[in-house]
């Protein structure tokens, strides 16, 4: 499963854009294309960093490497 976290980017706090919750579950994301799918390599596509807000299931993405993240008590 994946692991509930906090998140924030530089020294911004990350914040749910539909309900302003704070705590995520994070997963990596495929962001398939294509080209790539018509090709049977889907495997080798870029990836995001997903933050599934958990209050409200609203999606954020991120690239990878921009989000620092802290274990988050539920």
Known sequence: MAKVVHAQVGEK???CLVCE???FRE???KL???GMEFFNMAWANES???LICLSCGYVHLFAPGKLTLYRAQT
Do not use: Q
Request: no cysteine.
């Open 13 to 15: 706090r990350i914040r």
């Open 21 to 23: 919750g704070d705590v």
């Open 27 to 29: 997963r990596e994301v």
């Open 32 to 34: 398939n294309s294509t």
């Open 48 to 50: 995001a960093n997903g």
